[in-house]
């Protein structure tokens, strides 16, 4: 993914069962993630990290972790760095985000497993049950091309030195971060009515310099029950 200074590209990727090329296109650009490739990639509207005022706007019921946004439509769990880690709930705080035939599991750092009709026999990913270590079996990652700097979009597995929010909602899941004024906005979810969860990744470079990124998706793929 090549960015001029302030220009917006979006990357989208798709899990799940379509028959061929043609269709993950199509559902792609049919759901907003437009691109002119399987994972494709164009410019499109800026994904809007949050100002320095939104980010630090009050939030509902807040415990020090998390709170409810003003229309309550979402649940913004702030993870800030401090010292060599983020700072994170005490345990995993996830989201389950499914329709009739297809669905996943994410939590707070991007953890969590997706399935194909049943949630236990027709796993695609692994589901841990571990909330201690809260493991990754599916993971993204960015690279700075000029510098090899990599870094994950979501909070895990490999995080930059930035402070992180992820946004639990109905249907969907949206981490926002600005690593190296490159602004980042990843939303996860499921279509109403096709088994396939899609992932979005939205980047905006702020900076005043042009930067090359390369995008990696990993799949612990287990295709049935572990």
Not at 72 to 98: F, S, T
Not at 120 to 135: E, G, I, K
Request: aromatic content about 8%; overall charge neutral; glycine content about 12%.
């Amino acid at each position: 993914v090549e960015l001029a200074a302030g220009e917006t590209r979006e990357i989208g990727f798709l899990l799940g069962a379509v028959r061929d090329h043609q269709r993950v296109r199509e559902t792609l650009m049919r759901f907003g993630a437009r691109g002119g490739n399987a994972a494709g990639s164009q410019s499109s509207p800026a994904p809007g990290a949050p100002p320095k005022g939104e980010a630090e706007a009050k939030l509902h019921h807040f415990n020090g972790h998390g709170g409810f946004s003003e229309d309550g439509g979402e649940y913004l769990i702030r993870m800030p760095w401090q010292g060599d880690r983020l700072l994170l709930p005490p345990m995993p705080w996830c989201n389950v985000i499914a329709n009739e035939r297809f669905g996943f599991i994410t939590s707070e750092t991007g953890a969590g497993c997706t399935w194909s009709r049943n949630s236990q026999a027709n796993r695609l990913t692994p589901w841990s049950n571990d909330p201690v270590c809260d493991p990754h079996g599916e993971a993204l990652y960015l690279r700075d091309e000029a510098t090899g700097a990599f870094w994950s979009p979501l909070p895990g597995p490999c995080p930059a030195q930035a402070d992180y929010e992820m946004a639990h909602g109905f249907g969907s899941s949206r981490c926002r971060v600005i690593v190296n004024e490159i602004e980042h906005e990843t939303t996860l979810f499921v279509p109403r009515s096709e088994p396939v969860k899609i992932i979005r990744l939205r980047l905006r470079n702020a900076g005043g310099s042009a930067r090359r990124l390369s995008f990696f998706s990993f799949h612990r793929l287990v295709l049935g029950t572990l």
